[in-house]
C-alpha cells in the first residue's frame, strides 16, 4: 500500500450553503481488501489480499494535507478501515491536530470502549455497523462470526454514549435463508428499539443479496 500515492490536492467545494458529504474532506486511503473474508463481500476476495498502509505514511499524507489545504475533516477509505492496527492512533493524531475525521462502517467487533471514546471526541453523531442477519447461525454461515450478545451489547454501548444515531445494514435473500431467519432480523430490530435509543435516532438499511463476481456467492 505504502507504494500507492494519495494525491496531495484534492479538490474542495464551497458552491452549495448545505455542506454536502465530499466537498469538505481530505481522502486518505488506509487499507485495501478485507481480511474477513464474508462470503457476500466483494472486497474481501476481488482486492485480496488484505494490506495495510503503513502508520508513517498515513500520517505524512495527513500532515501534508494540512500544510495544503483548507480542509476540515478527514475521510478514511478503505473496506475495513477499523482493521488497521494503528486505527485509534490514527484517529487520536487528527484529533490532536484540530482536525475531524469521518468514518465508514465499522466492524462490530472492533467497537471498544476506547475507540467509542475518541468518535465521541471527534463528534461523531452516527455509527453504521452491518450484522447483516438477525439469525446468529446464518450470520455465522456468512463468514461474520459476531454474536447476537455483542450486536445487542454494542447498541447499548452506543446508545449510553454521546454517539445519538445507529445505522444498521441487513440483507434478505441469502443462500440457505428461510422464514425464521427473517423473522430473527425482525425481532433483533424491534429489540434493539427497546434498547433506549431517541425516536429517529435508528435507521435501518435491507437490501436483498446481489451475488457478486469472484465471490462464493457469485453462482
Not at 500532515?63 to 486505527?87: L, M, N, Y
Not at 484540530?98 to 471527534?122: A, G, N, V, W, Y
Request: with cysteine; net charge neutral; aromatic share 10%.
Amino acid at each position: 500500500m505504502d507504494s500507492a500515492s494519495i494525491a496531495d490536492f484534492q479538490i474542495l467545494s464551497n458552491l452549495s450553503a448545505k455542506k454536502e458529504i465530499f466537498e469538505q474532506k481530505y481522502f486518505v486511503e488506509i487499507n485495501r481488501g478485507c481480511p474477513y473474508q464474508c462470503k457476500f463481500c466483494l472486497s474481501s476476495f476481488h482486492n485480496a489480499p488484505f494490506r495495510n498502509r503503513s502508520y508513517e505514511k498515513i500520517i505524512e499524507a495527513i500532515d501534508q494535507g494540512i500544510r495544503i489545504s483548507t480542509f476540515e475533516v478527514i475521510g478514511f477509505i478503505g473496506s475495513c478501515v477499523s482493521a488497521h492496527p494503528k486505527f485509534y492512533d490514527i484517529c487520536e493524531y487528527i484529533i490532536n491536530n484540530d482536525k475531524r475525521f469521518s468514518i465508514p462502517s465499522i466492524r462490530i467487533d472492533h467497537l471498544s470502549p476506547q475507540l467509542i471514546e475518541i468518535f465521541e471526541l471527534d463528534g461523531i453523531k452516527t455509527i453504521t455497523i452491518a450484522p447483516e442477519s438477525g439469525s446468529e447461525s446464518l450470520r455465522y454461515a456468512l463468514g461474520k462470526e459476531i454474536s447476537d450478545e455483542r450486536i445487542y451489547s454494542i447498541a447499548k454501548k452506543i446508545s449510553d454514549s454521546k454517539i445519538r444515531n445507529m445505522k444498521f445494514y441487513f440483507i434478505i435473500g441469502l443462500p440457505n435463508e428461510n422464514d425464521e431467519d427473517i423473522e430473527n432480523t425482525i425481532t433483533m430490530i424491534k429489540s434493539i428499539d427497546k434498547i433506549g435509543f431517541e425516536k429517529k435516532s435508528l435507521r435501518i438499511i435491507i437490501k436483498p443479496l446481489i451475488p457478486k463476481l469472484n465471490t462464493p456467492y457469485e453462482s
